[in-house]
């Protein structure tokens, strides 16, 4: 039995079916070549004869992408077949993915037919699909409830007739993860010539219980596991790919069982996925949700501060997370206070820091979130008063038919420099436009504007994060003319650099 497991990813077929999360051809493609540098061995690029749009992503996805093998659903229906050979015909590796249900109610009351009857089509479609692609995969759908005494003997059969890879879903996510890990067992045990194909799991989330259910699987035998990123997909979504990678990346002492995946990919690829189909992770998903390395309590900051190891199983730059996130409550200690501080470049001794400390709380009770610039505010912004870049003069011209401009002046060390630019916007041009006075190759990876009063003439305080050169810079503005502001935060955080 092998020690890799092949990662077959559905989020361009199954999460993809998600209401209202439709991909246009040419974001699948985009998706697609993010799955290739993850490194998922399949990718499940559409159901062909669904639709012309999905007939023409599997075309064009076939075309874009090299190493991944490039799957194509049909049912168990010739035209189906014919229909998936042809869009796959541009594939380097393509592989056929046919089934027909096989529990007593999808026999019984989907397809009006017969155990026998059905034996006999499964067979047949795999047979047909063999014509056009040595790589053929067969789903047994509601696998989940069927009985495993048939379920063995369909198994049996479409390995004998050339299927390489079996497909065992929990179609309704209705098995508990003994229940499935014993199914998977059973066919281990019981059907001849098993080891001839690769046993997989596609598992539904409509209990919660997918990722335990295909990790129940893979330890009784299979070898490929269905995913999804972020477990999007029908209903309650589909097995969640990160999570699987993940629990085998950090178990691997007790499962020893490898992936191709660079999780340093993982979140990013996560990010993508979420941006193009418009549905948010949710805070609190594990691995990629915004809160999964995020620590607000004050046992837990300074556990994590003293060691990340006390309450982080994963580190989350294996994931492609930078650090840890200490998230300012009323339920934080000193320590996080302090750690926070120092990032934002202050520092301050004992007697200033329990000053500080106390007002925070206050703070703290009244404000449900505490951002950089309100810490900031706490110590009184002495940063900026000592400033070496200061921001002496603004001047943007913008409308609906003009391009936005930008002029700055700054005083540099007691010297002036003035520059213009243009922008997709005035706060682009007044950052652009600071940019060609300074000189320094920065990114911006974060932009925050946040309103402080309420109404028309509102405070607005922009959080601005930049990188340079690996590292990560904190600026904070406020001001009633937010591109001032934004303008004053991108300065904030150039000041906080090394100076030249």
């Not at 699948?28 to 012309?52: N, Q, T, Y």
């Not at 309704?172 to 059907?191: A, S």
């Not at 994590?304 to 982080?312: C, D, G, P, T």
Request: aromatic share 6%; proline share 3%; charged share 25%.
């Amino acid at each position: 039995m092998s020690d890799r497991l092949y990662i077959f990813d559905t989020t361009l077929r199954d999460g993809e079916q998600v209401p209202g999360c439709q991909l246009n051809t040419v974001e699948k493609i985009e998706v697609a070549k993010a799955l290739e540098e993850l490194g998922v061995d399949v990718i499940e690029a559409g159901f062909p004869i669904s639709s012309p749009g999905d007939f023409k992503s599997v075309v064009e996805i076939s075309k874009a992408v090299t190493w991944p093998t490039i799957c194509a659903l049909t049912r168990a229906v010739e035209k189906d077949i014919d229909v998936a050979a042809e869009a796959l015909k541009f594939a380097k590796k393509g592989r056929i993915h046919t089934g027909i249900g096989t529990s007593p109610f999808h026999i019984y009351h989907k397809l009006n037919s017969t155990p026998e009857e059905i034996l006999e089509r499964a067979v047949a479609a795999v047979k047909y699909a063999k014509k056009y692609v040595e790589d053929v995969e067969f789903y047994a759908e509601d696998a989940g409830r069927s009985e495993n005494e048939y379920l063995a003997r369909v198994v049996e059969a479409v390995i004998k007739a050339g299927a390489t890879v079996v497909n065992i879903p929990d179609t309704t996510g209705y098995t508990l993860p003994y229940e499935f890990g014993e199914k998977i067992k059973y066919l281990m045990d019981n059907v001849r010539g098993v080891e001839k194909a690769i046993i997989s799991t596609h598992c539904h989330n409509d209990l919660g219980m997918a990722t335990a259910n295909t990790i129940a699987g893979i330890m009784n035998g299979a070898r490929q596991a269905e995913v999804t990123i972020n477990g999007i997909g029908e209903r309650a979504g589909n097995t969640s790919l990160e999570e699987v990678v993940m629990i085998l990346k950090s178990r691997y002492a007790v499962l020893g069982i490898d992936t191709n995946i660079k999780t340093q990919n993982i979140y990013k690829t996560s990010r993508l996925v979420s941006t193009l189909m418009n549905m948010p992770v949710q805070p609190n998903k594990a691995i990629v949700g915004r809160n999964a390395f995020a620590h607000s309590s004050g046992i837990h900051q300074d556990g994590v501060l003293k060691n990340r190891e006390n309450y982080e199983i994963i580190d989350p730059t294996d994931v492609g997370i930078s650090e840890s996130s200490i998230v300012l409550t009323a339920r934080s200690g000193r320590a996080a206070l302090k750690h926070r501080l120092e990032i934002l470049g202050f520092k301050l001794d004992k007697n200033k820091l329990d000053e500080v400390y106390q007002k925070f709380l206050e703070l703290a009770d009244k404000k449900k979130d505490i951002r950089d610039d309100d810490v900031a505010l706490l110590v009184g912004d002495v940063h900026r008063k000592e400033s070496r870049i200061k921001l002496e003069f603004l001047q943007v011209v913008t409308g609906k038919t003009l391009v936005p401009m930008a002029t700055v002046r700054l005083n540099i060390a007691g010297e002036k420099f003035d520059a213009t630019a243009s922008g997709n916007g005035p706060v682009d041009a007044a950052i652009k436009a600071i940019k060609q006075i300074i000189r320094r190759q920065v990114t911006v990876e974060e932009f925050l504007i946040q309103a402080i009063t309420k109404g028309s003439d509102d405070v607005g305080k922009v959080h601005l994060e930049l990188d340079f050169d690996g590292n990560k810079f904190f600026g904070f503005g406020a001001h009633t003319d937010i591109v001032t502001a934004s303008a004053e935060a991108f300065i904030d955080a150039i000041n906080k650099m090394p100076a030249e």
